[in-house]
């Protein structure tokens, strides 16, 4: 995509605008889709989204290419070895999370016949599309994603709180908060479904 474009990010980092430019804010109806936001959403938390975007590869392939059915049964040996995994974030309580929410993830599926099914009932199965024209106005955290860091939390979902649970409404396009005069918050709106 042209440099030329105008972004909500002011970045010149090409991880970054790609990002920016193909991800962020762009619907997700895959379940293994959506597990993975939901596991880097948890990593990211007191870090950057950048770091976590530098560390994806590592994290997917310490994570069994974010497999909630593989993750599900990882044992205490998996823990030690995620911890001396190179290019890892070496945070126990944040690995331990995320075997832990693959359990309750495949707990959901079954319920539900789909994560997607689930999650987007807390945004009525439609994009909310915000129309905010500077990043500072953009919510830490909104009535939706309480709702659903609740609903998680009480079925057993660790690392979900609602700030946690905002970001992946963004990263996953139940939220469109491209700010409005970004190329592609235009473009979003126009495929929402």
Known sequence: MSSRLKRCWNTTDPLYVR??????????????RLFEFLVLDCFQAGLT???ILQRRNFIKDAFAGFDPAKIAVFTSADVE???????????????EATINNAVHFLQIQEEFG?????????VNGKTI?????VLSDLPAKTAESEAMSKDL????FKFVGPTICYAFMQA????????????RYKQIKECDH
Do not use: Q
Request: aromatic residues 16%; proline residues 3%.
């Open 19 to 32: 990002y920016h430019d193909e991800e962020w804010g762009v619907p997700v109806h895959d379940n293994r």
């Open 49 to 51: 989204w950048l770091l």
């Open 81 to 95: 070895r995620i911890m001396t995994a190179p290019g890892i974030i070496r945070n126990r309580t944040k690995i």
């Open 114 to 122: 789909s994560f997607d099914v689930y999650i987007w009932r807390f």
């Open 129 to 133: 599309h915000n129309s905010f024209s």
């Open 153 to 156: 939390k009480s079925r057993g």
């Open 172 to 183: 996953a396009g139940l939220v469109n908060d491209h700010l409005t005069f970004c190329f």
